[in-house]
C-alpha cells in the first residue's frame, strides 16, 4: 500500500511539474528548470554518502572495536543485512548524545547505516536492532532514490516559480488569471510541491518500520526504540542536524527537537502513530507483547555521557539489560 502511495505522489509531483511549468515559463523554461534541479540532485545524490557522513563526522567500525557495545552493534547490521540479502554496509558511529540513526549511500552496494553514540549508550541490544533494521529497510527499498527523484521535481517545480519571479514568466496577458494568477503560482506551487514531498517522506518511513521490523523479527523492539528516541531527542539537541536542517529526514526520528509531528509540514509521522502500526505489526506476526513497550516518559532512562577513550559513553546500568 505504501508502495502504491508513493508511486500515485510521485505522479502527482509530475503532473503538478508539467501544468505549473507550462503555466509559468512554457515548454523552454520547463526544460530549463528541469535540467538545472535534476543536475543539483544528481550530483547530491552520486556523492550524498561522503557528503553526510563527512558532515556528521561519522566515524567507521568494524567487528574488531575495542567496545563490546559497538562489536555487538556492528555484528547484528551485519547478520541482519546477510538475512535481508543485502550487501554488507558500511557502519558507523557519530559522536553525538542524541540517540538517533539514518542511511545513506545511492544504492545497496555503496550503502552506510550510522548510529549516534547516544543511541548506543541510551538503547538496549534488541532495541538498537530494531532501528538498524529500519535503516537497512529504507536501503533495501532504494529510499535515497526515491528521495532524490522526488527532490528533483520538488526543485524544479521552485526554479519555475524564481523564473516566474525574476523574468515575470511570459506574456501575463495570455495566461489565465494575469498577473495575480502568476503571483498565485510563484506562491503555492513550491508550497504544494514541498506538501507532497514531506508525504512522500513520511510514506517511506512507514514502509520502513514495517520492513525494518521484518527483518529484525521484533515490532515491538522498534516501537519501544522510537519511543525512547522521540523523548531524548526532545531533550538533547543534534548541533550539527540544527545547522543543517535539510538533513533532519534522514534520521530515524527528527533530530530538530521538539518539531516532530504527523502533519501536512511534518517529513516525519508521529511517533505514536509509528508505535501503534508497529504494535499492530507485532499482533499479526503472532509476537506476544512484551513489558518494555511503554510510554516515553517511563522508557526514557536518564543518564550523563561520559566520553571514553573509544568515542562511545559507557552504557548506563539497566537491571537484567542485554549488554551485560
Known amino acids: 500500500m505504501n508502495h502504491l502511495k508513493t508511486f500515485i505522489l510521485l505522479a502527482a509531483l509530475t503532473a503538478l511539474f508539467g501544468g505549473v511549468g507550462y503555466l509559468i515559463g512554457g515548454a523552454t523554461g520547463m526544460a530549463i528548470a528541469l535540467v538545472f534541479a535534476g543536475g543539483m540532485n544528481l550530483f547530491s545524490y552520486w556523492n550524498a554518502d561522503k557528503i553526510v557522513l563527512k558532515m556528521y563526522r561519522a566515524q567507521p567500525v568494524d567487528e574488531q572495536h575495542p567496545n563490546a557495545v559497538v562489536r555487538n552493534y556492528v555484528a547484528d547490521v551485519r ?3 546477510r538475512a535481508a540479502g543485502l550487501p ?3 557502519v558507523a ?4 548524545d542524541q540517540p538517533n540513526a539514518f542511511a545513506t549511500g545511492r544504492n545497496p552496494e555503496r550503502a552506510a547505516v550510522c548510529a549516534t553514540t547516544g543511541l548506543l549508550d541510551m538503547l538496549t541490544r534488541e532495541e538498537v536492532r530494531g532501528v538498524m533494521a529500519h535503516e537497512l529497510a529504507h536501503v533495501k527499498n532504494r529510499d535515497t532514490l526515491i528521495m532524490t527523484v522526488t527532490a528533483t521535481i520538488a526543485g524544479a517545480i521552485a526554479a519555475l516559480a524564481n ?3 525574476f523574468f515575470g514568466g ?3 496577458r495570455e495566461r489565465p488569471g494575469g498577473i495575480i494568477g502568476t503571483l498565485a503560482l510563484m506562491i503555492l506551487a513550491p508550497m504544494a510541491a514541498g506538501l507532497v514531498q514531506m508525504a512522500i517522506s513520511r510514506g517511506r518511513e512507514y514502509e520502513a518500520d514495517r520492513v525494518g521490523a521484518e527483518i529484525a523479527g521484533d515490532p515491538q523492539a522498534l516501537a519501544s526504540a522510537l519511543q ?3 523523548a531524548y531527542a526532545k531533550r538533547i539537541h543534534n548541533p550539527t542536524a540544527e545547522r543543517n536542517p535539510a538533513s533532519g529526514q534522514m534520521f530515524i526520528i527528527n533530530p530538530l527537537a521538539g518539531r516532530g509531528a504527523d502533519n501536512l509540514f511534518s517529513t516525519h509521522p508521529a511517533t505514536g502513530n509509528r508505535v501503534k502500526a508497529l504494535m499492530d505489526l507485532g499482533l499479526k506476526m503472532g509476537v506476544r507483547p ?3 513497550v511503554e510510554s516515553a516518559a517511563a522508557s526514557a532512562v536518564p543518564v550523563t555521557p561520559v566520553r571514553t577513550t573509544t568515542g562511545v559513553p559507557p552504557t548506563p546500568v539497566k537491571p537484567n539489560g542485554p549488554w551485560g
Open 163 to 165: 523564473f516566474a519571479l
Open 290 to 292: 512484551r513489558a518494555f
Open 88 to 90: 554488507q554496509p558500511q
Open 79 to 81: 547478520q541482519m543485512a
Open 93 to 96: 558511529i557519530i559522536p553525538n
Open 228 to 230: 525512547k528516541i522521540d
Open 170 to 172: 511570459g506574456d501575463d
